[in-house]
């Protein structure tokens, strides 16, 4: 047995490269980095064509190793190269972000040391850490400091966790689901609906309140609803506001809409997943007045805190209902909450053993201080502004209201023909060209265009060049 254990001992130790074989793999991954870095300002920011992939079926999961150049070489041509290229500064549709370099480090030694961030006995820095984030978080969106949160893989998780959360502080449970309301707008982010249904409550009631002309939900309105929902023998129960919502970038009247959750003693949660980190800049701080009335909230670091995908945050107000809805050890709740000095991740969400998500956003804060992410915010904004304002004085486009953040609408109005088909032509020959990507949508039934400025790398020159393009583009398609 000795024998067969040394035997063992011998295959499963390739496991431990020593310090040589660790310095050659680290100088080639860095030098990939350096290289995907540097191509960054002339790669193509869409590439729709060629094998999307399929290489790497090529190279199967195999009993033997291959060398590290090997493995770089297919990452290159199979993930790196097809599809979207989220990094580059001409990435201007969906939500853009960017993926900070001091994350990535920040990813990178979380692996290596792989501290226990579930639990604060395992790993009493990491929880910290984490806390202390997501005290900072609190602190920018006005929660106090007594409230609760966690760092979730992104806003449609922390979604979820707000309304799981919402559903048990109001018991919808049983028969009381399908007299629930719940109220939105129909511009309210498709994670919400998901949340309803995986959280079993498909069977509530959805109420779409009207929106005004810059797509924000009618304070008015909401409040009509609810009293007649009230009257009719239903339960109003959850307000879902939007800070920024996906579309259009829209805020709804926070501070209204604390009001009517307050005097009609709903819960009011916020999707800010996009929108909610503008409160750094002055700028955003002005529109986004009144988040500090929600009972939960949803911020994604992974669009307008420009880190690398997998990261969301929700917060609730009154950290016991956070903690009610996700621990694991019901009967010491209200003691252990007294007691400990730090809650645990794992009594604050589904999850046990995770990721220690916190390095990779403590790391950029501490390097890079806030001031260069208030500008870049802030920045942002009046690049939306700016194009907004410079697309009109093309002949034939029109835009839709002046952005509330970062994203605009706009479309062109063909002299003849049928607008959306010539839109739709109109995108499709812009993600062919690949120098922009800008992304549609559909509102009021029209075929509209996007350009949401958010990736940290998008300055002047880059919406200029957009700009260009869309003129050059209408222009091939024989309309200008
Ligand atoms: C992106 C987004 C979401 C979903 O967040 P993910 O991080 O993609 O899961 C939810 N709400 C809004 C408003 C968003 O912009």
């Known amino acids: 047995m000795i024998n067969q254990i040394k035997v063992l001992e011998e295959v499963a130790r390739r496991l431990e490269p020593g310090a040589d074989q660790r310095a050659l793999w680290l100088e080639k991954v860095t030098a990939y980095a350096e290289n995907f870095i540097n191509d960054i300002p002339n790669a193509p920011v869409y590439i729709g064509d060629g094998e999307q992939g399929r290489g790497l079926f090529d190279s199967p999961i195999s009993e033997e190793g291959i060398d590290i150049e090997t493995a770089l070489a297919l990452l290159k041509c199979n993930v790196d190269r097809p599809g979207l290229n989220p990094t580059s500064g001409r990435f201007l549709g969906y939500i853009p972000g960017g993926a900070l370099y001091p994350a990535a480090l920040g990813d990178y030694l979380a692996a290596i040391t792989n501290r226990y961030a579930g639990v604060f006995f395992a790993s009493p820095g990491a929880v910290r850490m984490e806390n202390m984030l997501l005290r900072w978080m609190a602190g920018v969106v006005g929660y106090p400091e007594s409230s609760a949160g966690n760092l979730t893989s992104g806003g ?27 109220y939105l707008t129909e511009q309210v982010h498709h994670s919400v609906g998901k949340a309803l249904r995986l959280a079993g409550l498909r069977s509530c009631v959805k109420r779409f309140i009207p929106v005004d002309a810059r797509y924000r939900m009618d304070a008015g309105a909401l409040a009509e609803a609810i009293a007649t929902d009230k009257r009719s023998g239903l339960q109003p129960w959850l307000i879902v506001a939007s800070a920024g919502t996906t579309n259009t970038g829209s805020v709804d009247p926070l501070a209204a809409i604390g009001d009517i959750a307050a005097a009609e003693q709903l819960w009011f949660h916020i999707d800010g997943a996009y929108g909610a980190f503008f409160t750094l800049c002055s700028e955003g701080q002005k529109i986004l007045a009144g988040m500090d009335r929600s009972d939960s909230i949803v911020m994604d670091p992974h669009k307008t805190l420009f880190l690398p995908y997998g990261s969301g945050a929700v917060l609730v107000k009154e950290r016991q209902k956070l903690y009610s809805s996700h621990n694991h ?118 075929f509209v265009l996007r350009l949401a400025v958010g990736a940290y790398r998008t300055h002047l020159a880059d919406i200029d060049l957009t700009l260009d393009i869309l003129k050059e583009k209408v222009n091939d398609l024989g309309m200008l």
Do not use: C
């Open 156 to 182: 449609s998780v922390a979604n979820l966790a707000g309304i799981v959360t919402a559903r048990d502080a109001y018991q919808i449970e049983g028969a009381e689901v399908g007299r629930a309301v719940v």
């Open 329 to 446: 050890q019901a009967d010491y709740m209200q003691d252990a909450l007294a007691a400990v000095e730090e809650l645990s991740p794992a009594d604050l969400s589904p999850e046990l053993t995770k990721h220690f998500k916190g390095l990779r956003l403590w790391l950029p804060l501490k390097l890079f201080g806030l001031a260069p992410f208030r500008a870049a915010l802030e920045e942002k904004m009046l690049l939306a502004r700016y194009f907004h304002h410079k697309i009109q004085e093309i002949d034939g486009f029109e835009t839709g209201p002046e952005p509330d953040l970062a994203v605009a609408i706009y479309r062109y109005l063909p002299k003849r023909g049928d607008a959306n088909k010539f839109n739709q032509r109109l995108i499709k020959e812009i993600h062919q060209d690949g120098r922009v990507f800008v992304s549609s949508t559909v509102i009021d039934g029209n």
